[in-house]
């Protein structure tokens, strides 16, 4: 149980192009999702907090007209990368809590986004 | 304020061998903390978690954690290393129960030889 799914895997695009990525909890109903970036070789770096029907908290330094968070169901959320540049390449993971152990998060596999 | 710090950006041990992957903690409360493992170019998957309960903490795959609040340390053990262990290790705390946000350690790097 508590599997997070993330489509797609590996995304190529061209600088000023946007991308959409999608984090779905498959077996759960997830009250909570986040966002994390993270950089070659580093630890990961929280982007955004999410819970259904509200709008994402974000936190320091991320620019939320950047990165568009949709969370529009209990096993959906969206983050869209809007006018993407080669700064914004990185993986992408998102993770969800459950109502019943809202202590754990689990994670998705990562998308890889590379902005040519 | 909460932190985590893992002492050794990379470990290498013999298959077969013990592994010992170290964190120690920072936190203004009773703190959450885990073990996460991440193989390349994948998510993270769940080892194991210290909420408040027994300090000697079993998780998967062979792997156990004991909490020790005057060393304030969550040193990750496991008595035999195999070669499917190879991957990266991220220790994380929480200090607020509910959907709070996780401080991450800036993670080590576990190779084995065979």
């Known amino acids: 149980g508590a599997v997070v799914s993330q489509h797609p895997s590996r995304v190529i695009c061209k600088s000023g192009t946007s991308v959409k990525i999608e984090c779905r909890s498959l077996d759960f109903q997830a009250t909570t999702m986040f966002w994390y970036r993270q950089f070659p070789k580093q630890s990961l770096m929280l982007m955004a907090t999410?819970?259904?029907?509200?709008?994402?908290?974000?936190e320091q330094g991320v620019e939320k007209d950047k990165f568009l968070i949709n969370h529009a169901s209990l096993t959906l959320s969206t983050l869209t990368v809007t006018s993407a540049h080669p700064e914004d390449s990185s993986f992408y993971i998102c993770?969800?809590?459950?109502?019943?152990?809202?202590?754990?998060?689990?994670f998705g596999p990562g998308t890889r986004l590379t902005v040519l | 304020a909460q932190s985590v710090t893992q002492l050794d950006s990379h470990v290498s041990v013999s298959e077969g061998t013990p592994v010992l992957l170290r964190c120690n903690y920072s936190s203004s409360y009773s703190p959450s903390l885990f073990w996460y493992v991440q193989h390349p170019n994948k998510g993270l998957q769940l080892l194991l978690k210290y909420t408040s309960a027994a300090t000697l903490v079993k998780g998967i795959n062979g792997f156990e954690a004991e909490f020790k609040k005057s060393e304030t340390s969550f040193h990750l053990t496991k008595p035999s290393a195999h070669m499917s262990d190879a991957a990266e290790y991220f220790c994380v705390v929480s200090v607020l129960r509910g959907n709070e946000k996780l401080t991450f350690g800036t993670g080590t790097r576990l190779t084995i030889i065979p």
């Open positions: 993770s969800a809590t459950d109502y019943r152990g809202p202590d754990t998060q689990y």
């Open positions: 999410s819970n259904e029907g509200s709008k994402a908290t974000y």
